[in-house]
């Protein structure tokens, strides 16, 4: 079973501040990694992924890749009240599991005006 | 953009009824995936599809069947509903290339009483 382990949360942060999430995974042949954003009610969306060591930026976001650590995080500056939401991280190995994603349950975050 | 569209937001249905649930998709994906997402669990991957006729098991295959006649339609089968299997139900399609996302529907929330 290929685990990817969040912390659940909930994480609150105040309005303007940085918000950092994280994931670690199990199989260490995971090659790309994404990031999604599920409002209340909502399906995912997806706003970030990575598939090499280092940082990714895309606008407010960035994602963080640690193969070696078998990590990956997601950080968010500049928090506002929208981006109060359920991020779920999601790991693929396509050598093994073709396109199968594998989950994290999902950190909760909290903005707080 | 990706447009992928399911029968219906919200369902009820009695235990031991037969349940079809629909997943369209409009951009000729080739990949198409069923998800169940419960609080604490996370999504968990049902079964996915890579062509036309085909289907692989995913984690959680028992007590469903899918159906994938034409490359954008993916069903979803309970052949005999049950209570555990009231569950948000997510439909998501991709393309086969490595790294490519995976794009989800609005759910469809059913409810076995």
């Known amino acids: 079973q290929k685990e990817v382990e969040q912390n659940s949360g909930p994480l609150s942060v105040p309005e303007g501040a940085i918000a950092s999430l994280n994931c670690t995974y199990s199989?260490?042949?995971?090659?790309?990694f994404f990031w999604y954003r599920q409002y209340s009610g909502k399906s995912p969306e997806l706003i970030m992924f990575?598939?090499?060591?280092g940082d990714k930026e895309d606008g407010r976001f960035t994602a963080q890749l640690n193969k070696a650590s078998q990590y990956v995080s997601l950080l968010i500056r500049d928090s506002q009240p929208s981006d109060s939401a359920t991020y779920l991280c999601?790991?693929?190995?396509?050598?093994?599991?073709?396109?199968?994603?594998?989950f994290g349950t999902g950190t909760s975050l909290t903005v707080i005006p | 953009d990706v447009k992928v569209t399911q029968s219906s937001r919200y369902l009820v249905k009695r235990t031991g009824e037969k349940v079809f649930l629909e997943c369209v998709q409009d951009?000729?994906?080739?990949?198409m995936f069923w998800y169940r997402q419960d609080p604490g669990l996370g999504l968990r991957l049902i079964y996915f599809?890579?062509?036309?006729?085909?289907?692989e098991k995913g984690d959680i295959p028992e007590g469903y069947s899918v159906s994938r006649e034409k490359k954008e339609r993916f069903s979803l089968i309970l052949e005999s509903a049950s209570t555990n299997q009231t569950s948000m139900y997510l439909c998501?399609?991709?393309?086969?290339?490595?790294?490519?996302?995976?794009?989800f529907g609005p759910g469809t929330r059913l409810t076995v009483t």
């Open positions: 998501a399609s991709s393309f086969p290339t490595k790294h490519y996302e995976q794009y």
């Open positions: 199989d260490r042949g995971s090659q790309s």
């Open positions: 990575i598939y090499s060591n």
């Open positions: 999601a790991v693929n190995n396509a050598l093994d599991t073709g396109n199968q994603f594998y």
């Open positions: 951009m000729d994906h080739e990949n």
């Open positions: 599809s890579y062509d036309v006729k085909m289907k």
